[in-house]
């Protein structure tokens, strides 16, 4: 989009919008040390406003950043019936990134295997995370990006609390179960309503996703009208949910596999005797113990990240 032909309103608007993602984004990369010098970064484009969002901001931190990092864009062309294949490549070419199309034809497996009227969304998302995830491999990227925002996170919240009985999130960067790629967020701190109005205004080239973006009824379409909702209802509440997940006090909640209630004991501060240096129970698979071998980092990690 040429910013020439818009008029002065609409400009600053733009202009604000994309300080304010740019600057989102900036806060996440430093605060949990997303990009450092010399990643190969995966950015994965999938035509939705926004992985394209997430390329754009990350293209212009990447102008000015203190650091050397390198940016690919990948899609994944899953053979959904009537994707438009030269959309992307076309958009691509013009602003001048370097990128690669992944043909895989997952959208015939998933059809297959899931019967008529359910919801597609979980597999179709772990087959296109195993081939992204093996596709990084062969670039040789170290780090791939993801466009999931702060809503996304929320959303995953709560799915996972009411449906699965789980304090559990989308965390804004981790490890793959096999160790061998890292995930991260840059618009893990952007609000979706603020990535929709910046895709408009940029005039990205949009692409529906029909297999799953279109089924009726899914648990997350429930959840985001209701946090849709709240937000209108109540100002400042998403706000507020968001900062909790990054204010998390293991001690006053009821994991007893996450902080050691067996051990407390009357006499010390918060029950924590000093020769324990954590009231942590056992470490899990997701949790790492800091440089000493104690747990004190891995309450810090816990704090941020909700493992």
Same mark, same amino acid.
């Given at each position: ?63 000015? &950043? ?15 019936? !009537? ?61 791939? $990006?993801?466009?999931? +925002? ?37 618009? $893990?701190? $952007? ?52 900062? &909790? ?8 909640? &009821? ?11 009357? !006499?010390?501060? +918060?029950?924590? &005797? ?9 470490? !899990? ?23």
């Amino acid at each position: 989009m040429h910013t020439d032909s818009l008029d002065k309103q609409t400009k600053t608007r733009l202009n604000k919008l994309q300080k304010r993602l740019r600057r989102e984004v900036g806060q996440a990369i430093e605060a949990f040390n997303m990009i450092e010098e010399g990643d190969k970064v995966m950015v994965c484009l999938s035509g939705g406003k926004d992985s394209y969002a997430m390329l754009d901001i990350l293209l212009n931190l990447q102008k000015s &950043a203190p650091i050397r990092f390198e940016l690919v864009a990948v899609n994944l062309d899953q053979k959904q019936p !009537g994707f438009p294949e030269e959309v992307l490549p076309t958009y691509l070419e013009s602003i001048g990134v370097p990128f690669h199309i992944v043909e895989r034809d997952t959208y015939s497996i998933v059809k297959e295997v899931v019967p008529e009227g359910k919801t597609t969304c979980a597999l179709c998302s772990r087959l296109r995370r195993g081939t992204l995830y093996g596709f990084a491999d062969e670039i040789g990227a170290n780090k791939i $990006a993801l466009g999931h +925002h702060r809503d996304d996170i929320l959303e995953t919240f709560f799915l996972n609390m009411f449906y699965g009985g789980k304090l559990k999130s989308m965390p804004p960067k981790l490890v793959s179960d096999d160790g061998k790629n890292m995930v991260i967020r840059p618009l $893990a701190y $952007a609000r979706e309503k603020d990535i929709a109005e910046y895709a408009e205004l940029r005039e990205f080239p949009i692409i529906p996703c029909n297999l799953c973006g279109s089924q009726e009824n899914l648990q997350r379409q429930v959840i985001k009208e209701m946090l849709q909702g709240w937000d209108k209802s109540h100002p400042g509440r998403i706000e507020t949910m968001f900062r &909790a997940l990054c204010n998390v006090v293991p001690s006053h909640l &009821a994991d007893h596999q996450l902080f050691d209630f067996k051990g407390l004991q009357l !006499g010390f501060p +918060h029950g924590i &005797a000093p020769d324990t240096g954590s009231a942590l129970g056992p470490l !899990g698979d997701d949790e790492e113990t800091g440089a000493n071998g104690s747990g004190v980092q891995v309450m810090e990690k816990i704090d941020i990240l909700s493992v």
